[in-house]
């Protein structure tokens, strides 16, 4: 069974940083590529970031590009999601999501989120 | 700018027929992926590439394209459908992906 568990949300300052996990089993995640969705309270998904499986590949939508950065273990069977300068506009849930054949082609496991508040 | 454009809401009696779209240009030369979110869920693949449904996904969930629209049809509609429905797809020419706003299926 394929599991996303996705940790290390919380409350965060403005201009603070957090780090998300996405820990992965129940499939070969050396051979998956995997992405990070958010979802702010009461408004649709938007796509943030995707890695490719090696690692050599990472790609941000413009609104965290140059903010978070995005990387993977290969032995650890994780993603993780290093997200600095936040604002409040970050405030969301933020899904973890393994790409489905290759790298954007579709998400077809995704976790439960890890929720994410910026806030004084 | 790259854009998906879905409809805010729409409803259904429970058996008839439903059509959710997904416009925008990039659809031109993409497929989109369909998603359907029920409350305090993760979403759930629905549709990828031309019509491809994941297992365990019923049949009565269908793709289409016209032009620089693409629509999921769920024909018999069962009260559990009551969800909010997500299209995602490429920008053209960068590896970039984008949502559309979301549909919520409302069932009467």
């Known amino acids: 069974e394929v599991q996303l568990l996705e940790s290390g949300g919380g409350l965060v300052q403005p201009g603070g940083s957090l780090r998300l996990s996405c820990a992965a089993s129940?499939?070969?995640?050396?051979?998956?590529?995997m992405s990070w969705v958010r979802q702010a309270p009461g408004k649709g998904l938007e796509w943030v970031s995707g890695i490719s499986v090696t690692g050599g590949g990472t790609y941000y939508a413009p609104s965290v590009e140059g903010r978070f950065t995005i990387s993977r273990d290969n032995v650890l069977n994780t993603v993780y999601l290093q997200m600095d300068s936040l604002g409040v506009e970050d405030t969301a849930l933020y899904y973890c999501a393994k790409d489905g054949y290759n790298l954007g082609d579709f998400f077809d496991f995704w976790g439960q989120g890890a929720l994410v508040t910026v806030s004084s | 700018s790259s854009e998906l454009t879905q409809d805010p809401a729409v409803s259904v009696a429970l058996g008839q027929t439903v059509k959710i779209t997904c416009q925008g240009d990039?659809?031109?030369?993409?497929?989109a992926t369909w998603y359907q979110q029920r409350p305090g869920q993760a979403p759930v693949l629905l549709l990828h590439?031309?019509?491809n449904r994941p297992s365990g996904i019923p049949d009565r969930f269908s793709g289409s394209y016209l032009g620089n629209t693409a629509s999921l049809t769920i024909t018999g509609v069962q009260a559990e459908d009551e969800a909010d429905y997500y299209c995602n797809s490429r920008v053209t020419g960068v590896y970039r992906l984008m949502f559309g706003g979301g549909t919520r299926l409302t069932v009467l």
């Open positions: 129940g499939f070969d995640f050396r051979a998956s590529a």
């Open positions: 590439g031309y019509n």
């Open positions: 990039d659809l031109r030369g993409s497929y």
